[in-house]
């Protein structure tokens, strides 16, 4: 007796593997067939989660025992999946004709697959199985992380030049800044009141300079 699964991207339901495999084949060669036909290495770590009508996960069957827990300073415990790939046969988990199973590949950047027994059909005994019966749509490239949308893009650098040419302008016409830190009685800058009298001392040594050299001429023909 052969199942016939369809297996779903949860993410991309427009991308689906149907895979044939028999009755009496372990949960291990359908993990491995999934992987082949997705173009994914079988390099990571995996699960299979019994679900129901709901896609909720009920119990786990995992592709390897879980390493025991030796710090003794942790009391929390990680519950040992229910069932090893190896040692359990794909007929000894199906009780329903349309049996569903949540599989997840590399839990730590995990992928997530809807798998979903939709026939069952003779075996044949010309065809090796497990196999890759039909497959629809490109399977993500794992490990890349999906891109922003072109108009999102074009949407997000508008704002930012924007935002540019505000602070441009900003920094351009801003008022000088006053040292408001020293005030005299009348409540004006000292800074600036300072300023405006070097000028103004400026002027009256330029003027002085000049009538200087006059007065001389005068004090010399007094004399004479």
């Excluded at 988990?93 to 069952?120: G, R």
């Excluded at 044949?124 to 893009?153: E, F, N, R």
């Excluded at 400026?202 to 001429?217: C, K, L, M």
Aim: charged share 35%.
């Amino acid at each position: 007796m052969i199942y016939r699964f369809r297996v779903t991207f949860e993410d991309y339901d427009e991308v689906y593997r149907e895979i044939d495999i028999k009755s009496s084949q372990s949960f291990e060669d359908f993990h491995s067939v999934i992987l082949s036909s997705v173009g994914f290495e079988d390099n990571c770590g995996a699960s299979f989660f019994i679900s129901d009508d709901m896609w909720r996960k009920g119990d786990e069957i995992a592709l390897t025992p879980p390493i025991e827990n030796t710090d003794k300073r942790s009391r929390q415990k990680v519950a040992a999946p229910k069932y090893i790939m190896s040692k359990c046969k794909m007929a000894a988990l199906i009780d329903d004709p349309h049996q569903k199973f949540i599989y997840i590949q590399d839990p730590a950047s995990p992928w997530v697959f809807m798998v979903e027994l939709i026939k069952i059909v003779p075996d044949d005994a010309k065809v090796k199985y497990p196999k890759c019966s039909k497959s629809v749509g490109t399977a993500p490239k794992k490990g890349k992380v999906p891109l922003v949308a072109p108009d999102i893009l074009d949407d997000l650098e508008e704002i930012d030049e924007k935002d540019d040419h505000i602070d441009d302008e900003a920094y351009v016409h801003a008022p000088e800044e006053i040292d408001l830190t020293e005030l005299n009685e009348e409540g004006e800058p000292v800074a600036e009141i300072e300023k405006e009298e070097e000028g103004l001392d400026e002027e009256i040594e330029e003027e002085e300079n000049e009538f200087g050299g006059f007065g001389d001429g005068i004090d010399s023909f007094d004399e004479d």
